[in-house]
C-alpha cells in the first residue's frame, strides 16, 4: 500500500461577509458592555454620614466560602476616626500610601511604575494602588485584575474624593479593610491579636497590622515571622524617620496577646 508522504500545507481563507458581520456584532457587544460597566457609577455622597454595613469585597468572601461548604464570620466594630490610635493610622499611611494628603485620589506616577513592571512581567502583577483606590475597590468591586476594573477603580476614587474628605476616606478604608478571615476594620483587629480597644494600640502594634494589610489572609501581626519582623521594622523606621515617633519610642515594647485573643485565633476558621 503506498502512502502520501507529501506534507500538508495548512491552508487559509478570508473571512466572508456573513463571518465579518458576526465578528464586528460580538465587538461591539462587547464595546458596549465595557461602556456601560464604565458608565455606571455608585452614588458615594451618601457616604458622607452612613457608615457602610458590608462591602462587596465581603460578599464576595463569603460567597467564595459557601460555595466551599464553609461559613465566613464576620467582625466589624465600627470606630471614629478620633476612636482609632494615630499610631495605626499613621502606620497605615506610611505603609499604604504616604502621598495620601497630597493626591486626588490616585497617584499617577505608581501607575505608570505598575504598568511599566506588568508590561515587564507579562501579567498584571503591580497595582500601584491609593488607599482611595484600594477603599473604591473594596467598596464597590472586586480583587480582580480585569484592566476594565482598574479603570473602573479610577474613577471611582476621584469620585470619592470629590464628595469626601480626607479624613472620611481615611475613616472608612480602617473600618472596612480585611485583618484576617472576617477581621474588617481596625476595632475589630486590635481587639482579636491585642486583645485591647484600637484606641489604645501602640506604635509596635500599629506598624504589625499596617505590615499585613497587603495579605492579611497570608500572614499575622502577632507570628513574629522573619518577613514580618522587617516589614514592621521598616514601618516604624519610616515614622521614625518622618518625625512622628520621638527618640523616647526607640525602645520596642512588647506585643502581648491575651489570653482571650488567643481563643478567639483558635476557633476562627484560618
Do not use: C
Not at 458576526?22 to 455606571?40: I, K, M, R, S, T
Not at 518577613?227 to 520596642?252: C, H, N, T, W
Amino acid at each position: 500500500m503506498k502512502t502520501d508522504h507529501t506534507p500538508k500545507v495548512l491552508s487559509y481563507r478570508l473571512l466572508g461577509g456573513k463571518e465579518l458581520a458576526w465578528l464586528a456584532w460580538f465587538f461591539g457587544v462587547l464595546v458596549l458592555l465595557g461602556g456601560l460597566y464604565l458608565v455606571w457609577l455608585p452614588d458615594v455622597g451618601e457616604l458622607k454620614k452612613k457608615n457602610p454595613k458590608e462591602t462587596s469585597f465581603m460578599l464576595i468572601k463569603e460567597r467564595q466560602a459557601r460555595a466551599q461548604g464553609k461559613k465566613l464570620p464576620r467582625v466589624m466594630i465600627w470606630k471614629n476616626l478620633g476612636e482609632i490610635s494615630e499610631n495605626l493610622r499613621y502606620a497605615v499611611l506610611v505603609a499604604e500610601d504616604d502621598g495620601f494628603y497630597r493626591h486626588n485620589g490616585v497617584e499617577w506616577e505608581s501607575v505608570k511604575r505598575a504598568l511599566a513592571e506588568d508590561w515587564k512581567q507579562k501579567r498584571l502583577a503591580k497595582g500601584g494602588s491609593t488607599i482611595t483606590q484600594q477603599l473604591a475597590r473594596n467598596l464597590y468591586l472586586s480583587p480582580s485584575k480585569n484592566p476594565l476594573r482598574k479603570l473602573k477603580e479610577l474613577l471611582i476614587a476621584r469620585r470619592l474624593e470629590g464628595e469626601l474628605g480626607k479624613r472620611r476616606i481615611l475613616e472608612l478604608y480602617l473600618n472596612v479593610a480585611e485583618w484576617g478571615r472576617g477581621i474588617y476594620g481596625a476595632e475589630a483587629a486590635a481587639r482579636a491579636y491585642f486583645g485591647k480597644s484600637a484606641a489604645e494600640l501602640t506604635p509596635e502594634e500599629g506598624a504589625a497590622l499596617a505590615a499585613v494589610l497587603p495579605s492579611p489572609r497570608r500572614y499575622s501581626p502577632v507570628k513574629g515571622t522573619r518577613f514580618m519582623e522587617r516589614q514592621k521594622s521598616r514601618i516604624v523606621a519610616r515614622m521614625r524617620a518622618s518625625g512622628y515617633l520621638p527618640e523616647e519610642e526607640l525602645v520596642e515594647e512588647e506585643v502581648v496577646i491575651s489570653s482571650e485573643t488567643a481563643v478567639w485565633e483558635s476557633t476562627a476558621p484560618y
